[in-house]
């Protein structure tokens, strides 16, 4: 499917020249800014040509998120309409009750979000995945876990209390390979620290505010569905997409150009930051750049640090890439290896 190229700034104007006949546009609440915007007929068009029969029904479902949160208000009004495009070319409805996608407001920004089960979702569009879960794991359920294969034994039967202990993804292709992901509740707290600003602060009215907070449930069965398939799993176009602006505030260029901001994410501001090397665009185009999960991510930075920093590099990140095991763990000792020979680092 090919994503429409919707102007923010085109859709923007267009929406002020029309509120502007009502009075001061600084008195204009967000709500009557989305309303605004979706009067205008280039913009209903657009969604028209992505979801079809459909697109009335979720224009509705925009103004009806917009008006059910008074933490709308103030926000940027283009972001909510980008997070909501992006929604639509995924064929995904944005109503937080049904979990497949969210549009979350964040420091006067709106925040595209999948959920779990819009990844299992477009998972299985790709006609490859015979099977696709995430569950919870609880107390004297867990047997065995195996770190090398990944996989687990679990038994119902021996749950011994109603306390969450961990969870897991499973996906099994049309080929039979299949795969299995566990990580315990202390790894997923770890997790969410590390990777979200609002979870991670020292405020506690904004860890609040943070999904992690209040739906700790749904973001885990979203983080082992997500890592699995990122790492391991058949990625459509969809799902690349998907998988990119998670968590991301979209915007676009005077060019058209869509960009991916990751405010509420503490990974993406690693990646970015200029004291450290970037991955050239071609790896960009290859990697996702936000999962420091991926073994293949950590293979590219590599290679494409210079020699120079690459001392530096190699302690800054040792705990990053201590984290893989079996046969990742080997590939990227065997890289380092090649590496610390070719700058001849002892």
């Avoid at 034994?153 to 992901?181: P, Q």
């Avoid at 979203?222 to 699995?228: A, C, G, R, S, W």
């Avoid at 505030?249 to 960009?259: A, P, R, S, Y």
Wanted: glycine residues 6%.
């Amino acid at each position: 499917m090919q994503e429409p190229k919707v102007n923010a700034g085109d859709m923007m104007k267009a929406a002020q020249t029309s509120l502007q006949k009502q009075g001061d546009i600084t008195k204009v609440t967000t709500l009557q800014r989305v309303k605004g915007m979706l009067s205008q007929e280039q913009i209903r068009e657009k969604f028209a040509e992505v979801l079809k029969d459909k697109a009335p029904g979720f224009i509705a479902s925009i103004t009806s998120l917009v008006s059910s949160s008074p933490n709308f208000e103030g926000v940027d009004p283009n972001t909510i309409m980008q997070s909501a495009m992006i929604a639509a070319t995924l064929d995904l409805p944005i109503n937080p009750n049904l979990g497949f996608a969210y549009v979350i407001p964040y420091a006067g920004k709106a925040q595209f979000q999948m959920g779990w089960k819009g990844f299992v979702q477009l998972a299985l569009r790709t006609g490859q995945y015979r099977l696709l879960n995430a569950i919870e794991v609880y107390e004297g359920e867990l047997i065995s876990r195996n770190k090398i294969t990944g996989e687990i034994i679990l038994d119902e039967t021996k749950r011994s209390a109603e306390k969450v202990i961990g969870y897991v993804s499973f996906f099994r292709l049309i080929n039979g390979f299949e795969k299995t992901l566990y990580m315990s509740v202390q790894e997923m707290e770890k997790h969410a620290k590390r990777y979200s600003q609002t979870y991670k602060s020292d405020k506690k009215w904004v860890v609040e505010q943070s999904k992690w907070t209040t739906d700790f449930g749904a973001m885990a069965l979203k983080t082992v569905i997500k890592l699995i398939l990122s790492k391991y799993g058949i990625l459509s176009v969809e799902l690349q997409k998907a998988i990119q602006a998670d968590q991301a505030v979209i915007t676009e260029t005077k060019d058209g150009e869509t960009q991916f901001e990751y405010v509420d994410n503490g990974e993406e501001t690693e990646i970015i930051d200029e004291k450290k090397p970037e991955l050239n665009k071609e790896a960009q185009d290859l990697f996702n750049p936000e999962d420091l999960n991926n073994v293949e991510y950590w293979i590219a930075k590599i290679l494409e640090c210079p020699a120079d920093d690459w001392k530096k590099f190699k302690k800054d990140h040792k705990q990053d890439m201590g984290v893989f095991s079996g046969p990742d763990e080997e590939r990227l000792n065997k890289i380092i290896a090649e590496k610390d020979a070719a700058v001849k680092v002892k």
